[in-house]
């Protein structure tokens, strides 16, 4: 099992400890790659054809998100089934997705901008966890 990850994001050392200690106790493997851009992909990709990973993850990252056709494309090519944090891989051709709903994240932040506006401290906001998660599976992918 592999995980793409980018170390210049903040949530890097969760993310990465995470997936340790989910691979741990499944007696799995885990092959790190990390990317810190777009030009670094096909180097990633290249690594895990040749250590033979059997899966890919990608979680969410906003790099990831912004080049989500490339990273899909290589996944493809690599003929390696993957899964990503967000349903906007999935639409852009990827396998499948398990994560928090970004639509809704958005939705929640429009009502703390909203109440803002309206007077409310930052600061005397509750802070709120993802409570919509999605999990899509793409039948017509073309990494399946």
Same mark, same amino acid.
Do not use: C, W
């Given at each position: =099992? !592999?995980?793409?990850?980018?170390?210049?994001? @903040?949530a890097?050392?969760?993310?990465?400890?995470?997936?340790?200690?989910?691979?741990?106790?499944?007696? /799995? @493997?885990?092959?790190?790659?990390?990317? @810190? +851009?777009?030009?670094?992909?096909?180097? !990633?990709?290249? *690594?895990?054809?040749?250590?033979?990973? +059997?899966?890919?993850?990608?979680?969410?990252?906003?790099?990831?998100?912004?080049h989500? *056709?490339?990273?899909?494309?290589?996944? *493809?090519?690599?003929?390696?089934?993957?899964? #990503?944090?967000?349903?906007?891989? /999935?639409?852009?051709g +990827?396998? =499948?997705? #398990?994560?928090?709903?970004?639509?809704?994240?958005?939705?929640?932040?429009?009502? #703390?901008?909203?109440?803002?506006?309206? +007077?409310?401290? *930052? !600061?005397?906001?509750?802070v709120? @966890?993802?409570?919509?998660?999605?999990?899509?599976?793409?039948?017509?992918?073309?990494?399946?």
């Amino acid at each position: =099992m !592999a995980v793409l990850s980018n170390p210049t994001s @903040q949530a890097f050392p969760v993310v990465l400890g995470e997936a340790k200690a989910a691979a741990h106790s499944l007696g /799995v @493997q885990l092959q790190t790659l990390e990317a @810190q +851009g777009p030009d670094e992909f096909e180097r !990633a990709f290249a *690594a895990l054809t040749r250590e033979r990973a +059997g899966a890919l993850l990608v979680p969410t990252d906003g790099m990831f998100l912004l080049h989500r *056709a490339r990273i899909v494309d290589l996944a *493809a090519k690599s003929r390696l089934p993957a899964m #990503y944090g967000t349903r906007e891989f /999935v639409d852009a051709g +990827g396998l =499948m997705v #398990y994560g928090a709903s970004l639509r809704e994240n958005f939705r929640r932040a429009a009502t #703390y901008v909203d109440k803002i506006l309206k +007077g409310a401290k *930052a !600061a005397d906001l509750p802070v709120e @966890q993802p409570t919509k998660f999605e999990l899509v599976i793409n039948r017509a992918s073309r990494e399946s």
